[in-house]
Every structure is written in structure tokens, then in C-alpha cells.
């Protein structure tokens, strides 16, 4: 028996309301290009929506005249969508409550997750948005998720409940050290005074 080895995510798939709905809030409000558009291939009453979230992929919307807008928190049984996140930059996401409040869209506010601070709100049809940043940047050639599980390891070693940010910086100094070289023999730490 052998994987199904999976390269990324391809799309994401939403049931929207209809068309200048799901336009408005997809690009209007996310800022994420509409660059698709032909009719739902499986449901000729449908339309079939496009947007770049920003890295080239895409989020895809099923659109229907006839639904409107419903707000109410969409479920989050086992097995259903809890929630879809998309990064920011600091920059953006220090603006996101204030542009979010000038149109009147509930939010949660800033919450801090160790490794990244979010921020939660709903998009017209309830399903829980987050825009996320991470506290860090990875060494050059590795990923986020490159640090993560290194972090991960530290915060288990110290017996922490939740990665922090002592945990990020030395999952980078190792990865520094692993993939950066030297021509010191010893690479330690100094006190230069």
C-alpha cells in the first residue's frame, strides 16, 4: 500500500450567495482578484467564481440569484468547515479592525496564538474568516512549517502548553545553524563585552 502524496492545496470550493454578493466581499472586501467566471459545470442554475487569494491558487464560489446573504454562523459539527484563514501582512492586518468597523462587520479583535496573531469575523453567507500573520519569517530556503514543528519539539521539551515566541527563535537559530555555513569552528554564543 502506497500515499497519496498531495503538493498543496489545488482550491477551495464555497457555497456563496449571489454573484455581485460574493464579488463584493471576495474581492471588495479581501482584495483577492476575480479571475474566473463560467457557469457551476455540475449545476447549470449556478455560477462557478473565481478569486487569487494572493499566491496564485484559487478559492472558487458557487453563486445562485435566488440565495441571498445569511450571516448565521455556518455549522461546525465534526466534519464540516470550521473555518478558512488567509495571510496578512503586519501591515494589513494592523488596518484589518478599522477597515472591517468602517463597513460595519463584526469581528473578534486581535487575538494572539504564540506563533501568529488573528484576527475572526463572518463573510455574507457565515462561514468564520480569519486573517492571520505569523510572528516570524523563516530562514531562507525553509518554509513556515519548517519552524513550526521545530518549535513544537522546544515547547515539548520545555513542557509548555502552547508554542511562544522563545520557542520560534530557537527553532530559527537551529535551522540558521543547520543550513547557513560557517567558517568558525566554534559557532556558540559570545559575550563580546
Known amino acids: 500500500m502506497r500515499k497519496i502524496q498531495v503538493q498543496g492545496v489545488h ?44 499566491d496564485g491558487r484559487l478559492i ?64 455574507p453567507m457565515g462561514l468564520l474568516i480569519e486573517l492571520a500573520y505569523y510572528k516570524f519569517e523563516p530562514p531562507t530556503g525553509c518554509t513556515h512549517a519548517d519552524v513550526m514543528i521545530r518549535a513544537h519539539r522546544h515547547r515539548l521539551e520545555s513542557g509548555d502548553y502552547n508554542i511562544q515566541e522563545k520557542h520560534l527563535a530557537d527553532a530559527i537559530e537551529q535551522l540558521f545553524l543547520e543550513t547557513q555555513e560557517s567558517l568558525s569552528e566554534d559557532r556558540g554564543p559570545r559575550h563580546p563585552y
Not at 468547515?81 to 494592523?94: E, T
Not at 487575538?111 to 475572526?120: A, C, E, K, P, V
Open 60 to 123: 472558487t464560489v458557487f453563486t445562485d440569484e435566488n440565495r441571498t446573504a445569511d450571516p448565521r454562523r455556518t455549522p461546525t459539527e465534526p466534519g464540516c468547515v470550521h473555518h478558512l484563514a488567509f495571510n496578512v501582512s503586519l501591515a494589513s492586518f494592523h488596518l484589518a479592525e478599522e477597515r472591517l468597523d468602517a463597513r460595519g462587520i463584526r469581528h473578534s479583535g486581535v487575538r494572539d496564538r504564540g506563533f501568529m496573531n488573528s484576527l475572526y469575523f463572518k463573510d
Open 11 to 54: 482550491h477551495i470550493t464555497l457555497t456563496g450567495a449571489d454573484r455581485q454578493t460574493s464579488i463584493d466581499f471576495w474581492e471588495g472586501v479581501l482584495g483577492m482578484p476575480f479571475v474566473f467566471d463560467q457557469p457551476n459545470l455540475d449545476n447549470p442554475n449556478e455560477g462557478h467564481l473565481y478569486f487569487d487569494p494572493g
